[in-house]
């Protein structure tokens, strides 16, 4: 078979290493040809291609980002995508793809599958808030770069006797505010799924520099305040429709500055909680996604999704991982809330 290979959205640490995997198994076991598309749905709908052998996959187990490129590209926005798509693998001779992307890229993924394209999924995101998977690869990076950061932000704040505002990934979901916040320690956690009493957060921390520490606070960039506005950067969307975020953490650390009387300060993480090496459980979650995805495509079972369930790597329909967003439920947070302002 040839196979064309793309990633799509934004970049996680890990897709080098499904990219490597799919491409060693499928040319030294199955014999199959590869071809790479670039910047996820943008390279078959433009036929932009580049080589995928073995020799160039060499090396990039431990890479971050993706030597494929990405692209937040909707094929189904674009006049005549689709049909665009379907003539450019006609005429490269793809008889199937392995689409390694989140909800945006395999949504477009089960559509493709129902209009005849044979694609097979491969599940992706840092925020971890993909249906039908226990784990996405990239998570566990971003968590423990957040989890670093707030270790190193612990000292200073002390230091100064300062409020710190970390504020991490999550638009709908904060499973890695939650993780991070864990992890590292922090006073108090905010997340998009529970709207969060400003004066609540003040009292915690005013409780908190009463024991002579000072506290971090982890707020996920899509959490709210219980009357406010969602804090946006700016209102543009993307070809997918999301809102740009950012700002809750500058916000928030004023108000905690003006309410404690306490200096407070903000770090915003952002794109470094998706760039560099992953960590070896999401080296070793994205090598077995890519061996199951070439199992998959091999065998013709297409309109499919690998994915983590237990410690098995199974297929669901490529329908399930986007019909619901799995966010961090009620009693995951109050778990956590026996450690804040404490
Ligand atoms: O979905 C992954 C993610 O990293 C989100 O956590 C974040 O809100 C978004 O992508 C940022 O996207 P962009 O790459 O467009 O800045």
Redesign the pocket.
């Known amino acids: 078979m040839r196979i064309g290979v793309l990633t799509g ?2 970049d996680c640490p890990g897709l080098n290493a499904v990219i490597r995997a799919v491409v060693r198994k499928g040319i030294s076991t199955y014999g199959h040809e590869f071809v790479g598309f670039r910047d996820g749905w943008r390279g078959p709908l433009e036929g932009n291609t580049r080589e995928l052998g073995i020799a160039q996959v060499r090396g990039i187990l431990p890479r971050g980002g993706t030597i494929l490129g990405s692209s937040r590209t909707n094929p189904f926005k674009i006049d005549g995508g689709v049909e665009k798509i379907k003539s450019n693998l006609a005429e490269l001779g793809i008889d199937a793809l392995v689409a390694i992307g ?1 909800e945006d890229t395999l949504g477009v993924a089960a559509k493709l599958t129902d209009l005849g394209v044979n694609v097979v999924g491969v599940p992706k ?3 971890n808030d993909l249906g039908a998977t226990d784990y996405t690869f990239g998570f566990d990076t971003a968590v423990n770069i957040a989890m670093e950061a707030i270790d190193r932000l612990h000292t200073t704040a002390e230091s100064h006797h300062r409020t710190l505002v970390v504020e991490v ?3 709908h979901a904060g499973w890695i505010a939650l993780h991070a916040g864990l992890a590292g320690g922090a006073n108090v956690i905010l997340l998009p799924e529970r709207q969060f009493d400003v004066d609540q957060v003040a009292g915690y921390v005013e409780k908190r520099f009463q024991t002579q520490y000072s506290p971090i606070v982890v707020v996920a ?1 899509g959490a709210q305040p219980l009357d406010g506005q969602m804090v946006l950067h700016n209102q543009e969307l ?1 070809a997918f429709g999301h809102v ?2 950012g700002g809750i953490g500058q916000w928030l650390a004023e108000q905690l500055e003006a309410k404690t009387g306490k200096e407070a300060r903000t770090v915003v993480l952002g ?1 470094i909680q ?1 760039g560099g090496t992953p960590t070896a459980f999401d080296r070793v979650l994205a090598t077995r996604f890519g061996l199951g995805a070439i199992d998959a495509v091999h065998e013709g079972d297409f309109g499919k999704m690998v994915a983590l369930q237990s410690t098995d790597i199974v297929r669901v329909p490529l329908a399930d991982a986007t019909r619901e967003l799995k966010t961090v439920p009620v009693e995951r947070y109050t778990e956590a809330e026996v450690f804040f302002g404490s």
Request: proline share 0%; aromatic share 0%; hydrophobic share 20%.
């Open positions: 959205g934004g989140g995101t840092i925020d990934m999550g638009r960039e993307d740009r975020l794109h998706r």
